[in-house]
């Protein structure tokens, strides 16, 4: 097999690599009508990568019931499950399924199979320490290449993978891509990766540690690319958020009776809907226009207060808020300085609002030294007046990326929405907090606090998870829609979120949608570029609307060209806890005082 030495450009370059990958995935699966786009970033990294991706592809189509797969894949991110996990771990499957054939068919396959995992493991070494399911696929490569040994539950499900080598059916993989994915998934396999765990050490041995691996990240970081899209998934990777201009993988398509059942999904999955139906049809018929033109709304206070707290999915929120609690209770005395600090912030910048301030006026107090005017000139404000601004005409809705994306860190950014409502619940300022996560046609807000309830409700936001997917463009419009119809003069929306709009699942109302494989639809899926541009959109209409709209980013720092898409220069990046009320006060500060 011959690599390529010489370096092309442009789309001769393209063009050869392309050929490269079509060639082999045709001659290993037999089926010259397979198309699977080559990822040129990732044969820069290294070719084996590429070439030994379409090898495993082209096997697994030749001997296994793709059309099965794609339909198990569809359903368990119906049921709940994350399509980003979903297709890194399937890959570990279907590898430990094909490797065996394709080295019967071709022996140079195994040194391929081996080239690749070792220049994975020091190419994408980042990649694979950012997520628990990162840390499983470094442990799976370091077992093939090395015959590694891990702790018990890594390997309990490393030796679960490799069981399925020699197994001639799908429904075998698929089985155990569902085990494995509760097993490492739900359980959180990885020892350590990046989260707030990490950001809050109070030794300065450990803050150090931090430190420089952060500065080690940040140098590989300057050549680290994104690995190619499992095209068995659908899922388009969500660390490539505007980095392509054209996604290359179609929407997730369920059929008829499956959307049909979202709705009771749904709501046995999130909560009751808390406001009339008449009222969300109204609310949906306004909003669910244009790009989000197929969508609906279901706006919820949360599984524990409406139908179905008593289920598993009640038990798992309220394991949840307990992790979130005990992330509050490590660092209490962190989080109660950020707190205080910020409300101080708060109480400052609007105690100048409730100065006086004197401004001439047509009737008042005179002014002696103007009385000249009297048959000069038309200037009739000869007298002056003493005004004194209300301090309470703000109200703040906080609306919180509630994805799958964030569910490594939930604790973290649970954390921080708390922060936010209480500071300003002692600075007296109206506000609500809301989460939200798009599943099939339905895009979901979770009311953890509404405008006028009391502070002790507060601490609902510790019920935060995430779940699905997100379609951030929508969610932003809702919030807004209810944002406008409060009776203060001035508004600001503060949106934590990765800068990852993604939304890759829909209902059998979009018709031209379809499942990975089939033919591709003309209708852009709501992700990468397409789905960034819409949501800087929403937010620059909220901004003509004379509401302030600030960026609070919770995620990871390859995102932030994202986030700065969507926000402009009205965002705030956290790096530590520590300096959070420092950063997001001078923020709203600002929004404040311009707003005088």
């Not at 994350?82 to 399937?90: R, T, Y």
């Not at 140079?108 to 950012?130: I, M």
């Amino acid at each position: 097999m011959c690599l390529m030495n010489e370096r092309k450009t442009g789309e001769n370059r393209t063009a050869d690599i392309q050929g490269r990958v079509e060639n082999l995935l045709w001659a290993v699966s037999g089926d010259y009508g397979l198309d699977m786009p080559a990822d040129v970033r990732a044969w820069e990294k290294s070719p084996y990568i590429p070439l030994y991706e379409a090898v495993s592809q082209g096997i697994f189509r030749k001997y296994y019931d793709t059309g099965k797969y794609r339909t198990f894949f569809a359903e368990k991110v119906y049921q709940g499950m994350i399509p980003s996990v979903l297709e890194a771990l399937g890959r570990l499957c279907i590898d430990s399924a094909v490797w065996k054939k394709a080295v019967r068919e071709r022996p140079g396959v195994e040194n391929l199979r081996k080239a690749a995992f070792r220049e994975t493991l020091e190419k994408d070494s980042l990649r694979l320490t950012h997520t628990d399911w990162g840390y499983l696929e470094q442990c799976y490569l370091r077992k093939i290449l090395y015959g590694e040994k891990f702790q018990e539950r890594p390997e309990q499900i490393l030796e679960r993978i490799t069981a399925i080598e020699d197994t001639d059916s799908v429904e075998d993989i698929c089985r155990c891509l569902e085990d494995i994915y509760w097993e490492a998934y739900e359980n959180r396999l990885a020892e350590n990766f990046k989260g707030l765990d990490r950001e809050v050490k109070s030794s300065d041995q450990d803050r150090k540690e931090y430190t420089d691996k952060e500065k080690a990240q940040e140098e590989e970081r300057e050549a680290e690319e994104e690995a190619p899209v499992n095209i068995f998934s659908g899922h388009v990777d969500p660390q490539d958020n505007g980095r392509r201009e054209k996604p290359r993988s179609s929407m997730i398509f369920l059929d008829r009776e499956s959307s049909d059942k979202m709705e009771e999904y749904i709501i046995r999955s999130y909560g009751e809907s808390c406001i009339p139906a008449r009222a969300l049809r109204e609310l949906q018929q306004q909003i669910c226009t244009g790009t989000h033109k197929d969508c609906r709304l279901h706006i919820t206070r949360g599984i524990l207060h409406g139908y179905g707290k008593e289920g598993a999915r009640g038990e798992y929120v309220k394991k949840v808020r307990g992790e979130n609690l005990r992330m509050l209770e490590s660092t209490r005395l962190i989080a109660r300085q950020n707190i205080q600090t910020l409300a101080n912030t708060l109480k400052r910048a609007l105690l100048t609002r409730s100065e006086k301030e004197i401004l001439s006026s047509e009737y008042g107090r005179i002014q002696v030294n103007k009385l000249w005017n009297l048959g000069r000139t038309r200037n009739r404000k000869l007298f002056s007046r003493e005004i004194r601004r209300e301090d309470t005409d703000f109200a703040v809705e906080i609306l919180i990326d509630a994805s799958g994306s964030q569910q490594g860190r939930q604790s973290q950014v649970a954390l921080q929405g708390y922060i936010l409502s209480a500071a300003l619940s002692i600075a007296g300022i109206p506000h609500q907090v809301a989460g939200f996560c798009t599943l099939g046609a339905y895009t979901v807000l979770t009311l953890f606090r509404d405008f006028d309830e009391d502070r002790e409700l507060d601490q609902r936001i510790f019920e935060f998870y995430g779940s699905a997917n997100n379609r951030d463009g929508l969610a932003v419009k809702a919030a807004a829609a209810g944002l406008v119809q409060r009776r203060e003069e001035n508004k600001i929306l503060i949106l934590l979120s990765d800068g990852r709009p993604n939304d890759i699942m829909a209902g059998s109302q979009n018709p031209g949608y379809t499942l990975p494989g089939a033919k591709k639809s003309e209708k852009e899926p709501y992700c990468l570029d397409f789905a960034l541009r819409d949501t800087a959109g929403e937010v620059r209409k909220l901004r003509n609307r004379k509401i302030a709209v600030l960026g609070v980013f919770a995620g990871e720092e390859e995102d932030l060209a994202a986030e700065k898409k969507i926000f402009g220069k009205d965002f705030a990046y956290i790096r530590d806890l520590s300096g959070f009320s420092n950063v997001v006060g001078r923020y709203l500060k600002k929004q404040i005082t311009e707003l005088l």
